[in-house]
């Protein structure tokens, strides 16, 4: 659609979500810098890369939807792959720390689950 102009009520709505899309991942990067320790900054980039991209996508598929009449699915489809990709990693990245922490001796989180089997809570 080279040479239109947008409808005033796309070109806000998309400018909108690109912006708080840029300003929600701008929030994890510096929750990322601020928090101290591992186990604090894993949740801000994982939890803040998500919505971002939600947001962007969410202006992907209405721009598609409207200007080329298009489903714009691509979008969607890696939306979601972020959604399910994300979190799966995050608990892995996690778990792996709590078990090297615990390991080393150090100071972690308590121990959440029900088992009382020592070797239980390593895994």
Known sequence: MTGHTLPLWLDITVSVL???GAVIALLG???L???KTYF???HAPAIIATMAC???MHATLLYFFVVMDSHGVHALLIALFVAITVPVTNVFLMRAALFRARRAGEQ???VL???TDENARDF
Do not use: F
Request: charged share 20%.
């Open 29 to 31: 990067s510096l929750g």
């Open 108 to 110: 972690v989180p308590p």
């Open 33 to 35: 810098m601020r928090l």
């Open 113 to 115: 689950s029900r088992t």
């Open 54 to 56: 939600w947001c962007v």
């Open 40 to 42: 604090e900054r894993v």
């Open 18 to 20: 690109v912006l708080a």
